[in-house]
């Protein structure tokens, strides 16, 4: 099937089996639009980030197709924030402007939008150590934002922060989000961040990964925090749940 400009990524019947024999994803078939936010939800083990990993052309898929029409208008943000600790704040943003051979001052004020964007400005020369965990991670998405990507790829980015700091980071992607309208696929274990940061949730099937469910999430973007507690919001959050039980069994 052709992939048009409309679609910023897509897997067509993937299948994954590592050299040692373990297949992680069988008979994969997903797509996310230019501008849309999926997130991913599944037990631990079943492929999701084997999924980002073919996404940006780290693996090669055993069969089937990955096409993202982009290309290289991609970007990446990990779970660990992998901050170059000699760097300060504004050097580690501009690393990949600078890598990709941007002039140092159109470089310099693509890294100074970026932190304005991620609520950073002020901060620009500090070091990673003085920084707290949350302000860590709007560094690395800050980072990654300096390439204005058209597709994000997210592997858990605030699955190792305290709750509190999550929330805060929830609320600050999806109004980043809300503003500059980048398509996104977002793995992480919690149902509650997927339903509140994404316009569709995808639910995997314990290993060999397959996409079990799809649920549709439709509040509009900006999201108030207050979403989490309505019962509508409640009530996709469990239907989504009870497909990721199901999937575990």
Same mark, same amino acid.
Request: net charge negative; proline share 8%; charged share 15%.
């Given at each position: 099937m052709s992939v048009t400009v409309e679609t910023a990524l897509r897997f067509d019947g993937v299948h994954k089996t590592f050299p040692?024999?373990?297949?992680? %994803?069988?008979?994969?078939? %997903?797509?996310?639009?230019?501008?849309?936010?999926?997130?991913v939800v599944g037990p631990s083990g079943c492929g999701k980030s084997t999924l980002l990993r073919l996404a940006s052309n780290l693996d090669p898929v055993t069969s089937g197709t990955v096409q993202t029409p982009h290309g290289d208008s991609l970007g990446y943000v990990f779970q660990d924030p992998t901050l170059l600790p000699w760097r300060r704040v504004l050097g580690n943003v501009e %690393? *990949?402007?600078?890598?990709?051979?941007? *002039?140092? *001052?159109?470089r310099r004020a693509r890294a100074r939008e970026a932190l304005r964007l991620v609520g950073l400005e002020g901060a620009e020369k500090q070091l990673p150590r003085q920084l707290s965990g949350g302000m860590r991670m709007r560094v690395s998405l800050a980072r990654a934002l300096t390439m204005r990507p058209a597709l994000f790829l997210f592997d858990e980015p605030f699955g190792a922060l305290d709750e509190i700091t999550r929330l805060r980071m929830q609320e600050e992607l999806q109004r980043? %989000?809300?503003?500059q309208r980048f398509a996104g696929l977002f793995i992480t274990h919690s149902v509650t961040e997927a339903c509140f940061l994404a316009s569709r949730v995808v639910v995997m099937s314990a290993r060999p990964g397959r996409i079990i469910a799809t649920f549709d999430v439709p509040f509009p973007h900006p999201r108030p925090a207050e979403l989490r507690y309505d019962p509508d919001f409640a009530k996709i959050a469990g239907e989504v749940s009870a497909a990721l039980r199901g999937g575990n069994q």
């Open positions: 040692n024999g373990t297949t992680a %994803l069988a008979d994969v078939n %997903l797509s996310v639009a230019a501008g849309e936010f999926v997130a %690393l *990949p402007a600078e890598l990709a051979g941007v *002039p140092k *001052p159109e980043i %989000l809300t503003e």
